[in-house]
């Protein structure tokens, strides 16, 4: 719907129902009665996308116009086109769309690329996320839970620590604000769960210093991507200006951004939040991957990370079944909450991170911090 002078315009007839395919049909009020350009004569305005069911309707109807010289500031327009097939006795159906893009200059691209973009991400972020949790599903059905024994031994017996290069960002009172039901949920899964796992929470300012609240709690963040997994961290040498083609790259194609974290997921090993940003993250993920490929710098990804997603627990202990059922019922009541929170992301650090992102880990290592424009 628009009144710009820019669009061509349809009126419909509102008496006649469409005889099309039912599979198109839009309702009683689709069928076009003629149409007008650039004079607002309703409000249904033409994208400019137009599907003709045989080339020949379109081409007898554009001689037609040609023919009678119908130009509008000098020229021909396709819109013009369905008058004549209305007069040969042709129905012309209109489609409604939610929206619609032109693309002719820099402000119009510049505005689709911050609007429309981050809308089509989201949308495929949801087709990600369903397929997904139905996996999950699977797995915890075919196979139940497992736990990272070394998670709590570490803390009896210090073992060789876990590091990776990532790019992340840190929940503190400042960018993270929690909703009443992810205070409630965790709350019901530490009752469920005991202490004994690995717990994330945000930083906590305490005279001047990060605390956290118990032994096995680690800092909540969200990892953007882990550029030398776990696996090949101690195998590989970062050469001099690496961050600097990392922290370029960021600031040329993602933006600050917000995530709301809306969905929540029970895996065999942890329990994660799943959000949707404001921009498309996959595609400046996927901008940072050639990046560094087309510079010959190192890139170990342990998976491809297509998600939005936070971990809440690690499973550290073993789970009774009685305690995965209540779990699943937990998961379950909370699943219609709106939102668990929301995660301002104004600047990144890029530095070696830990299995348990532990407060004093991360101080061992001079994190650079990028800030997103």
Same mark, same amino acid.
């Given at each position: 719907?628009?009144?710009?002078? =820019?669009?061509?315009? @349809?009126?419909?007839?509102?008496?006649?129902?469409?005889?099309?395919?039912?599979?198109?049909?839009?309702?009683?009020? +689709?069928?076009?009665?003629? $149409?007008?350009?650039?004079?607002?004569?309703?409000?249904?305005?033409?994208?400019?996308?137009?599907?003709?069911?045989?080339?020949?309707?379109?081409?007898?109807?554009?001689?037609?116009?040609?023919?009678?010289? #119908?130009?509008?500031?000098?020229?021909?327009?396709?819109?013009?086109?369905?008058?004549?097939?209305?007069?040969?006795?042709?129905?012309?159906?209109?489609?409604?769309?939610?929206? %619609?893009?032109?693309?002719?200059?820099?402000?119009?691209?510049?505005?689709?690329?911050?609007?429309?973009? /981050?809308?089509?991400a989201v949308g495929k972020l949801g087709s990600i996320y369903d397929e997904m949790m139905e996996r999950q599903g699977r797995?915890?059905?075919?196979?139940?839970?497992?736990?990272?024994?070394?998670?709590?031994?570490?803390?009896?017996?210090?073992? /060789?620590?876990? =590091?990776?290069? @990532?790019?992340?960002?840190?929940?503190?009172?400042?960018?993270?604000?929690?909703?009443?039901?992810? %205070? %409630?949920?965790?709350?019901?899964?530490?009752?469920?769960?005991?202490?004994?796992?690995?717990?994330?929470?945000?930083?906590?300012?305490?005279?001047?210093?990060? $605390?956290? @609240?118990?032994?096995?709690?680690? &800092?909540?963040?969200?990892?953007?991507? #882990?550029?030398?997994?776990?696996?090949?961290?101690?195998? &590989?040498?970062?050469?001099?200006?690496?961050?600097?083609?990392?922290?370029?790259?960021?600031?040329?194609?993602?933006?600050?951004?917000?995530?709301?974290?809306?969905?929540?997921?029970?895996? /065999?090993?942890?329990?994660?939040?799943?959000?949707?940003?404001?921009?498309?993250?996959?595609?400046?993920?996927? =901008?940072?991957?050639? +990046?560094?490929? =087309?510079?010959?710098?190192?890139?170990?990804?342990?998976?491809?990370?297509?998600?939005?997603?936070?971990?809440?627990?690690?499973?550290?202990?073993?789970? %009774?079944? +009685? *305690?995965? @059922?209540?779990?699943?019922?937990?998961?379950?009541?909370?699943? +219609?909450?709106?939102?668990?929170?929301?995660?301002?992301?104004?600047?990144?650090?890029?530095? /070696? *991170?830990?299995?348990?992102?532990?407060?004093?880990?991360?101080? #061992?290592?001079?994190?650079?911090?990028?800030?997103?424009?």
């Amino acid at each position: 719907e628009s009144i710009d002078p =820019r669009f061509s315009y @349809a009126r419909l007839n509102t008496n006649m129902r469409s005889n099309m395919d039912p599979m198109s049909r839009q309702g009683p009020n +689709s069928v076009i009665e003629v $149409t007008m350009e650039s004079k607002p004569s309703s409000h249904v305005a033409c994208s400019g996308l137009y599907y003709f069911k045989r080339a020949g309707y379109f081409m007898k109807a554009a001689k037609a116009v040609i023919a009678s010289n #119908q130009r509008w500031l000098g020229r021909f327009y396709t819109a013009q086109t369905f008058n004549e097939m209305v007069k040969d006795g042709l129905e012309v159906e209109a489609l409604h769309l939610q929206n %619609s893009w032109s693309l002719r200059n820099v402000n119009e691209i510049q505005s689709y690329e911050r609007l429309a973009l /981050p809308a089509i991400a989201v949308g495929k972020l949801g087709s990600i996320y369903d397929e997904m949790m139905e996996r999950q599903g699977r797995n915890l059905a075919e196979k139940g839970v497992s736990h990272d024994k070394e998670l709590l031994e570490s803390e009896i017996e210090p073992l /060789p620590e876990r =590091r990776c290069l @990532a790019i992340y960002s840190l929940c503190d009172r400042s960018n993270w604000k929690p909703t009443v039901a992810l %205070s %409630s949920f965790v709350k019901e899964v530490q009752g469920i769960l005991g202490q004994n796992h690995c717990y994330y929470e945000p930083l906590i300012e305490s005279d001047g210093r990060k $605390t956290y @609240a118990s032994v096995l709690s680690g &800092v909540l963040h969200w990892t953007y991507c #882990q550029l030398v997994g776990f696996k090949y961290y101690d195998k &590989v040498e970062i050469p001099e200006g690496y961050g600097d083609v990392v922290e370029g790259t960021l600031l040329r194609h993602l933006p600050r951004i917000k995530i709301n974290f809306s969905r929540l997921v029970l895996t /065999p090993n942890n329990i994660i939040l799943l959000g949707f940003p404001t921009a498309d993250v996959n595609s400046s993920r996927f =901008r940072l991957r050639r +990046s560094l490929n =087309r510079c010959g710098l190192p890139l170990f990804e342990p998976f491809l990370n297509d998600i939005v997603h936070m971990t809440l627990v690690r499973f550290a202990t073993p789970i %009774s079944g +009685s *305690a995965l @059922a209540a779990l699943e019922k937990t998961v379950l009541d909370f699943e +219609s909450s709106l939102s668990f929170g929301s995660l301002a992301v104004d600047e990144l650090k890029l530095s /070696p *991170a830990t299995w348990k992102m532990q407060a004093h880990e991360l101080q #061992q290592y001079q994190a650079r911090t990028m800030k997103l424009l």
